[in-house]
């Protein structure tokens, strides 16, 4: 009776641990995913930085000077172009991200980056700024002290830096005066864009919404879109619908691919990677080249010359190495296989290579 009461208890313990392995294969829809509508819009605009300790701009920097004989006259400021000194003021790039629920009284932070050849932002205060969008409009404008995550000092003879002084933060520091027109609740239909390509997702996603709300109402447009019809009962009130979807357990599929940086010598295979059975020797060739002149000195009182004479010397060294067989119908398998042959990252790219070639690897091979 004890013994059919312990099977019974593992095979209860198997089943729920295989339920919470299946579990935490899945993701949610927001994770790889987004909806049409629920984005950023960038925002870019040209101004000033000044009250910089000598660190700003010089006086060859052309724009700046006229920048700041612009700004001065529209406050009714006359000055001479000629004599005026910009070493304690900077031209920036400021940038900041605009979500489209952003409205009026919204605020933002940006990022201020030097454009001239100012040394430092530290301790600098960026004078009002208009932000615009892709169609020219003004949405916001920035103002504030600058944050600098880092410090720059020397002098004749040394310099000390930390990070970057030329590009600074603004929290908070944009103020929105302009709203993006898009009527978010009165959407019929909502676009998933999905992040991976692959069909079998796709079809998966469009099963789980039409079986949620128990009606066909998402259909697949293409291999990563998917277009959601609303339900009558949440016409003007998309929020607890769109919650409902992100939500979604999906399991994301995707095709068998190693992904290959030789810049780096890094390689990431994925988790259906496999090969047939193969054999593979691969063994290194090291050829040292090495220089060692030596001095010529001819006899004393005779007419020769002093010369160096060249001497080269070689050295070949080839590994000699048996061959391993290989089968990799799981990750793991092949992972081991390659370790056995005893294959370095830079090694294993040839010989992914060569089994491409092959026929062998079952997998896109891509290099960037």
């Known amino acids: 009776m004890r013994m059919r009461k312990l099977i019974l208890f593992f095979l209860i313990a198997g089943l729920y641990l295989l339920g919470v392995c299946k ?9 790889i995913a987004t909806f049409g509508g629920v984005r950023t ?39 001479d172009k000629n004599a005026l000194k910009v070493k304690n003021v900077a031209a920036v790039m400021v940038t900041a991200r605009m979500p489209v629920s952003a409205k009026p009284g919204t605020k933002l932070d940006v990022t201020v980056s030097s454009i001239g050849d100012a040394k430092s932002l530290l301790g600098g205060v960026l004078l009002q700024t208009p932000l615009k969008g892709i169609d020219g409009k003004i949405y916001a404008l920035a103002q504030g002290p600058l944050v600098v995550g880092g410090f ?11 990070n970057i002084t030329t590009v600074a933060r603004i929290p908070g520091g944009a103020m929105v005066e302009r709203a993006v027109p898009f009527k978010f609740n009165r959407q019929e239909n909502v676009i998933i864009n ?11 996603i469009v099963d789980k919404i039409n079986n949620s709300f128990n009606r066909d109402v998402a259909k697949a447009e293409d291999i990563s879109t998917v277009r959601v019809k609303v339900p009558e009962r949440f016409r003007g009130n998309l929020i607890p619908f769109l919650a409902s979807l992100e939500n979604l357990d999906i399991s994301p599929d995707s ?6 940086d030789e810049k780096t010598g890094t390689v990431v295979m994925g988790e259906n990677v496999t090969i047939s059975k193969v054999a593979i020797a691969h063994g290194n060739l090291h050829i ?8 010529s000195q ?17 050295g070949i060294k080839e590994e000699q190495r048996n061959l391993v067989f290989v089968k990799g119908a799981t990750i793991k398998e092949l992972v081991d296989g390659l370790n056995a042959i005893g294959a370095s990252p830079r090694d294993l790219i040839s010989i992914l290579r060569s089994l491409k070639a092959a026929g062998a690897l079952h997998a896109q091979l891509e290099v960037i």
Not at 43 to 63: A, H
Not at 255 to 260: E, L, S
């Open 288 to 295: 040292v080249v090495q220089e060692q002149p030596q001095v």
């Open 298 to 314: 001819p006899a004393p009182f005779s007419q020769g010359q002093t010369q160096a004479v060249p001497r080269t010397q070689l």
């Open 23 to 31: 579990q935490g294969q899945a993701v949610r829809l927001k994770d």
């Open 152 to 162: 720059s000092a020397g002098g004749a003879a040394a310099t000390a830096t930390k």
């Open 41 to 79: 819009n960038q925002l870019v605009g040209y101004g000033l930085v000044v009250g910089l300790s000598g660190t700003g701009d010089k006086s060859g920097t052309q724009f700046t000077i006229q920048s700041l004989v612009n700004m001065l006259e529209n406050m009714g400021v006359r000055v």
């Open 255 to 260: 095709p068998a691919k190693i992904v290959v």
């Open 194 to 204: 999905l992040s991976t390509q692959d069909f079998s997702t796709t079809a998966q």
